[in-house]
């Protein structure tokens, strides 16, 4: 069945410094989701991607979808303590489902 | 934004007894439920999918008699676990979509403990 990965499972780094985390389906996608779960929270929506090699940013936050629409990149610039959390990827494959990645945990040191 | 809520927010209870738990879409109409189950430190595993008015769609390896879902209208839909077990204490998230492939607002979850 379709899987969605993500690597690294898990991101320490010092306050100030970049974070990346990649997703990498199965199969063709037809749009990617990304979310963030606090811990002991719930999932919160970030973006949605459509289209083939899109990029969105969102302040230090900046979005990728592959040209191949299969994977995914979140990047964070200057991450700061707040930026922890577990980052999720979510694809739609067009079938009746989100597909959830395996999750990246990224912890940031003050 | 799209509010889901969720209740109870956690939940004990002894062994053989059944649960319920609440989803609904506070300000908008979702035509589609989804009910996801998260061990710690896990990624979120889709259960069922829940469509107003018609019955789940459960995936491959969930008990449909263990989980029983119902979409009673375009706001609510329930998640009952019969006669809870250890092995199903986990965190439960529901998450709610106005149309197919669209944003998924996500309820805040229910903990639920069985001794």
């Known amino acids: 069945g379709q899987q969605v990965m993500q690597i690294p499972q898990y991101q320490h780094v010092q306050e100030g410094e970049d974070f990346t985390t990649y997703c990498n389906s199965s199969?063709?996608?037809?749009?990617i989701q990304w979310y963030k779960q606090r811990p002991g929270g719930h999932p919160v929506f970030l973006i949605q991607?459509?289209?083939?090699?899109e990029v969105k940013k969102q302040k230090r936050l900046t979005f990728q979808f592959g040209e191949a629409k299969k994977n995914s990149s979140l990047h964070i610039t200057a991450t700061q303590t707040t930026d922890v959390g577990t980052y999720f990827c979510?694809?739609?494959?067009?079938?009746?489902?989100?597909?959830f990645g395996t999750g990246t945990r990224l912890k940031v040191l003050a | 934004g799209a509010v889901v809520s969720q209740h109870p927010s956690r939940v004990i209870c002894k062994s053989g007894t059944s649960v319920k738990i609440e989803c609904r879409s506070l300000?908008?109409?979702?035509?589609?439920m989804f009910w996801y189950r998260q061990f710690p430190k896990k990624s979120l595993m889709l259960m069922a999918t829940?469509?107003?008015?018609?019955?789940?769609?459960?995936e491959q390896g969930v008990e449909k008699d263990k989980f029983l879902i119902n979409h009673a209208s375009l706001t609510l839909s329930t998640l009952t676990v019969t006669s809870a077990h250890p092995e199903d204490s986990s965190f439960y998230i529901c998450?709610?979509?106005?149309?197919?492939?669209?944003?998924?607002?996500f309820g805040p979850g229910t903990r639920l403990t069985v001794l």
């Open positions: 998450s709610a979509s106005p149309n197919k492939g669209t944003t998924q607002y």
């Open positions: 199969t063709t996608l037809s749009n």
């Open positions: 991607l459509v289209k083939s090699g």
């Open positions: 979510a694809g739609w494959s067009g079938t009746y489902k989100y597909i």
């Open positions: 300000d908008f109409q979702a035509t589609t």
């Open positions: 829940s469509n107003e008015g018609s019955k789940a769609t459960y």
